[in-house]
């Protein structure tokens, strides 16, 4: 297994950054990477951030993400201001530091993954087809749609979030955020999945997909919070 080079760089933030942003740089890019290759990401329409400190490294506007390189690190403190690299942060940056800002979150994924944005077309709230919903905080929200990189867009986006950790943006995608980008990125991948789930199982014909209860879901989130190996 050879070791994977990164490209020429075409920025100079490396050299400022310190070992521990250096490190969460590397682990954003994989995960960036990642959102394409599972086919949440078209291109350059997501974007990723990770929390180190008080600087927030986030994916630069418009590069693709096979491109990026240790020098093209990007970040950001909590006031939006500049503090590493010299590529201009994403258009999204608005939803991430309103996460950043009212949450303990440690990670951020957005995607406009194509079940999910179907789903955020047709109903305020994906409908409770599947008990995982419970690892998001509950029923899934839909944020009203605003113009993207608007601080409107944060401000629905909040709203939406309240209580959860994920949610779908009307006619635009999904947000998730969590205390790793691992953490993030999955619970994106399953939000995505349960879309396709419903869509699927609402297209056949003269058939309505049954839900669970409030009750059910509850009980599913009881389980859900001693699930997994246990150190």
């Known amino acids: 297994m050879t070791e994977q080079r990164w490209g020429d760089g075409h920025g100079t933030g490396l050299r400022d950054a310190g070992e521990q942003e250096a490190h969460a740089w590397r682990e954003l890019v994989a995960t960036a990477r990642r959102t394409v290759a599972d086919g949440l990401v078209v291109g350059t329409s997501g974007n990723v951030s990770v929390r180190v400190g008080d600087t927030v490294l986030v994916t630069p506007s418009g590069v693709p993400y096979d491109r990026?390189?240790?020098?093209?690190?990007?970040?950001?403190?909590?006031?939006?201001?500049?503090?590493?690299?010299?590529?201009?942060?994403t258009s999204e940056l608005p939803m991430h530091l309103a996460v950043y800002r009212t949450t303990d979150a440690g990670a951020v994924v957005?995607?406009?993954a194509v079940h999910a944005t179907a789903v955020s077309t047709l109903v305020p709230e994906l409908p409770l087809v599947h008990y995982m919903a419970g690892a998001?905080?509950?029923p899934v929200r839909v944020a009203p749609y605003a113009t993207y990189g608007t601080e409107e867009l944060a401000g629905n986006m909040l709203r939406a979030l309240a209580g959860r950790s994920g949610c779908l943006l009307q006619n635009h995608g999904t947000i998730t955020y969590g205390a790793t980008?691992?953490?993030?990125?999955?619970?994106?991948?399953?939000?995505?999945?349960?879309?396709?789930?419903?869509?699927?199982?609402?297209?056949?014909?003269?058939l309505t997909p049954s839900l669970l209860s409030p009750e059910q879901l509850a009980e599913a989130q009881e389980r859900l919070r001693g699930y997994g190996q246990r150190r």
């Open 181 to 206: 980008l691992d953490q993030a990125f999955d619970r994106t991948a399953q939000l995505e999945w349960m879309c396709r789930l419903w869509l699927t199982a609402s297209s056949v014909p003269g």
């Open 68 to 89: 990026l390189t240790p020098d093209d690190i990007t970040g950001v403190g909590l006031d939006g201001r500049q503090v590493l690299g010299t590529l201009v942060p």
């Open 136 to 138: 998001l905080g509950g």
């Open 110 to 112: 957005h995607t406009h």
